[in-house]
């Protein structure tokens, strides 16, 4: 089992450390997460998520993205989410035995996801699958691989998108559990996304490939809005990421202040029917 706790700052390694292949370090309520570059697969040149993070352009339209989410009054879209986003779906896909590649694979979906928010919120799922196609094809990267990051970033939004592939899965959990009052622009008692979000005073994803669940727990400040408010915004969200954990072979585990709220409860051994008692007017 592998742990990925947000809290209020970073994470702890959570398997995603140098013994594993990648690089993690914290700063600020920012993550990075890195996997050593290699120059050529199969004849290949490799786009590494260190060559997306440091491109001008995508972080460009990140800060637009976010921007415009801002005016809107939305919580935080910008690279603080994003590089969360990217980290727990490679926590994931790792903790679950994927390969190295599919694994950068959905970091880098992870990453780029939210790029379409720079132009509407309606549908910014395929809007921003659309512009990374473009950059990622300017930038070399293989027709298959952007077909992978793609299809996850258009079917991340749970109005219109489903589960079609182990990196579109891990992306839909990494993106719905990043619920925190980090996220909060300003406190606006009438909004429920700000409450709910104020609310959750710390959260952790963890993985145990071996009893294959997914749990997203949750510790819930009631005294800032009530846990209904939560699922009055989240409902769909936690049931798009029990499809999502189901394609990866697992079972996805919802855990509020240590009380399960979703997820498949294990049904009681049966026990032995009480001996009938004989009535003292039997035969009477």
Known sequence: MSLARRGGGGPTDGGLGAGAGGTVCSGKGMWYYGIAKE???????????????????????????????????????????????????AYILRSLGYDERTVELGAISGYLHDIGNMHNRKYHGPTGANIVFTELRMLGMPLDEICTITTAIANHEEEIGIPVSPVSAALIIADKSDAHRTRVRMRRAHDIHDRVNLAITDSALTVDSKRKTITLDISFDTTECQIMDYFEIYLTRMEMCKQAASLLGCRFRLVINGLELLGQVQPKAPTEAAPQIASSQAGA
């Open 39 to 89: 120059s050529v697969a199969g004849g290949r040149s490799v786009l590494t998520l260190k060559d997306v993070q440091g491109n001008a352009n995508f972080r460009l339209l990140i800060s637009k993205a976010n921007e415009y989410l801002s005016l809107l009054g939305y919580t935080e879209h910008g690279l603080r989410h994003v590089t969360y986003v990217s980290t727990m779906t």
